[in-house]
C-alpha cells in the first residue's frame, strides 16, 4: 500500500486548476441509465469514485468509450441491459445505490447491493432509508435479501407530490433521476440544494427533461418518454476548490485556483476572509493570500447548502489547528466525523470533541512531522495539509482513501511547492 512522504513546512505558490467534481459526476453518471442514446460527459475527473462507477456501468450493459486523452467519456447502451448492481462493486462507494432507482425507472427492476463509502458516522453507518422510503412512494415495491435489494415496478414509475422529512444530497439526486421518466407529475420538497444536484437538473433538463425549480427547495418535474442523447461538461469540484484555499491560507501562501465558480463557495470564502486570507474573485477563479497570522473563529457549524459543508470540516480543523486562539466547530451533518482529530493530535494538535463540537485551541507554531493514518477521503486531505505544516517528515498510510475523490493530487501539490512523494510499502 502506497504512502505519502511529506516534509515540511512548505509554502504553496503559483496556479492550480481544479478538476471536475467527483459527487457530481457520480450522480450524472447513474443517470445515464435512463438514456437509449450516447451521452458524452465532458471534465470527468480521473479518481477512483469515477472508475467504480463506470465499472458499475459496464457491469450493467453501457457500453464506455474515452477519448484518447481520457478526458472526454462516451456512454451508449449495448444490446442488453443488466440490473444486477454486484456487491463486488458497490460496496466500495455510497454512490453506488444511485443506480437503483434509475434501474427500476427504466427497466421496472433491479437487485442492487447495498452500498459502501467512507464510515463518516461511526456506529451509526449510513442509512439508505431515505432513499427507499421514496422511491417506495413513486411505486417501486422491494425486498431485501442477502445484502440486496430486489427492486421492481408494475409499469413506469408514477409521479407524486413528496416531500423528504429530512434533507439529503443522495436521495435528493436519486428521486430526481427517477421520477423524469415516470407518469404525471411530481412535486418534490425539502430537496438538497447543493451544487452537485444543481448540476444535475441542469443535465437532465439539457437532454430534455421537463425539470422546474418551483421553491428554494422544490422541484416540479413533468414525465417525459425518453431522453435524448447530449454532450455536458460538468462542474468545478467544490471541495478540492476549498481544499487549495485552505492550503494557500494555512501556508502564507499564494495561489491562483482556476475553472471553478467562486460563487458557489460563498460560505467557505467569508471564513477564509475572517481568519485572515486576502481574497480576489474573478470570473471562474480566485486569487488567495495567506495571512502572516491566522486569526481563530468560533462557531463553525457544517450544515446543508448554502451552509458550510461538512466535506471541509476537516479540512478546515488543520486550519484552526495553526489559529492563534481557540476555535470551534459543530458537526451536524455526519455527528461522528472525526476520525482525522487523534491522528491531528499525533502531529501536536490540541482538540477536544464532546457532543459533536470540536474545540481546537490553536497554535501558530502547530505542527512537528508524525506517522499518521488515513481514516477516509477529506480525513486525508486534511492530513496531507497538516504535514505540510509541519516541521519535519509526516508520513501519511492508506492514501488509497484520498485516490478515491482527488485527481492528481500529489502532482498538483508539488508543482504549487510542495515536498511530497508517493512511496510503496
Ligand atoms: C453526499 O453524501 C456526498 N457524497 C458526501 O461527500 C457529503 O459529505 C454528503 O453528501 C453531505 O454533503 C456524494 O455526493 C457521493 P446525505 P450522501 O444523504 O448523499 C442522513 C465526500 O467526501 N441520511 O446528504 O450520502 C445521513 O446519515 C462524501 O465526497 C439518512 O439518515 O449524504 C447524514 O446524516 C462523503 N438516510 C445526512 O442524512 C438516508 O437515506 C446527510 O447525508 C440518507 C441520508
Not at 513546512?9 to 478538476?19: A, E, N
Not at 463557495?265 to 471562474?284: D, P, R
Not at 447548502?305 to 486550519?319: A, K
Request: charged share 25%; aromatic share 6%; proline share 3%.
Amino acid at each position: 500500500m502506497d504512502k505519502f512522504v511529506i516534509k515540511g513546512p512548505c509554502k504553496v505558490r503559483g496556479q492550480v486548476l481544479i478538476s471536475g467534481s467527483k459527487n457530481s459526476a457520480l450522480p450524472i453518471l447513474a443517470s445515464t441509465l435512463l438514456f437509449d442514446e450516447t451521452v458524452t460527459l465532458e471534465n470527468l475527473p480521473q479518481v477512483r469514485d469515477i472508475d467504480t462507477m463506470l465499472n458499475l456501468l459496464k457491469s450493467l450493459g453501457k457500453i464506455v468509450q474515452f477519448s484518447k486523452n481520457k478526458k472526454i467519456v462516451k456512454i451508449s447502451n449495448s444490446k442488453r441491459p443488466k440490473y444486477f448492481a454486484s456487491y463486488s462493486i458497490v460496496k466500495t462507494m455510497r454512490a453506488g445505490i444511485l443506480v437503483l432507482g434509475p434501474l427500476v425507472a427504466k427497466y421496472q427492476k433491479s437487485i442492487s447491493s447495498f452500498p459502501g463509502g467512507c464510515i463518516l458516522n461511526g456506529n451509526s453507518g449510513r442509512p439508505i432509508d431515505l432513499h427507499l422510503s421514496t422511491l417506495k412512494k413513486l411505486g417501486m415495491k422491494y425486498e431485501i435479501k442477502n445484502g440486496y435489494i430486489h427492486a421492481s415496478s408494475k409499469g413506469k414509475l408514477k409521479g407524486r407530490s413528496i416531500k423528504f422529512p429530512t434533507i439529503s444530497v443522495g436521495a435528493s439526486q436519486q428521486l430526481i433521476i427517477s421520477s423524469v421518466l415516470a407518469t404525471g407529475k411530481s412535486l418534490l420538497s425539502g430537496l438538497a440544494t447543493e451544487p452537485e444536484v444543481k448540476d444535475l437538473t441542469n443535465f437532465l433538463k439539457k437532454a430534455g427533461a421537463k425539470i422546474k425549480w418551483v421553491g428554494k427547495r422544490t422541484c416540479r418535474i413533468i414525465g417525459v418518454e425518453k431522453l435524448k442523447g447530449i454532450r455536458y461538461s460538468v462542474m468545478g469540484d467544490r471541495i478540492e476548490t476549498g481544499t487549495f484555499c485552505v492550503a494557500a491560507t494555512l501556508t502564507k501562501g499564494r495561489l491562483l485556483i482556476k475553472n471553478f465558480d467562486p460563487k458557489l463557495i460563498q460560505t467557505e470564502l467569508k471564513i477564509l476572509k475572517k481568519v485572515g486570507a486576502k481574497i480576489k474573485e474573478s470570473k471562474n477563479q480566485i486569487l488567495i493570500q495567506g495571512p502572516k497570522k491566522i486569526k481563530n473563529i468560533k462557531n463553525i457549524v457544517t450544515k446543508e447548502y448554502e451552509g458550510f459543508p461538512t466535506d471541509l470540516q476537516p479540512i478546515f480543523m488543520v486550519l484552526l489547528c495553526k489559529a492563534d486562539g481557540i476555535s470551534t466547530i459543530s458537526e451536524k451533518i455526519f455527528k461522528g466525523r472525526f476520525m482525522h482529530v487523534m491522528e491531528l493530535q499525533r502531529l501536536g494538535a490540541k482538540i477536544f470533541v464532546k457532543n459533536a463540537k470540536a474545540l481546537i485551541y490553536g497554535d501558530p507554531n502547530f505542527g512537528i512531522g508524525a506517522e499518521v493514518m488515513s481514516s477516509d477521503l477529506r480525513a486525508s486531505a486534511a492530513l496531507v495539509l497538516a504535514g505540510i505544516t509541519s516541521k519535519g517528515v509526516t508520513t501519511i498510510s492508506r492514501i488509497y482513501h484520498l485516490e478515491r475523490g482527488y485527481e492528481q493530487f500529489e502532482q498538483k501539490l508539488r508543482k504549487i511547492g510542495v515536498n511530497i512523494k508517493r512511496v510503496s510499502g
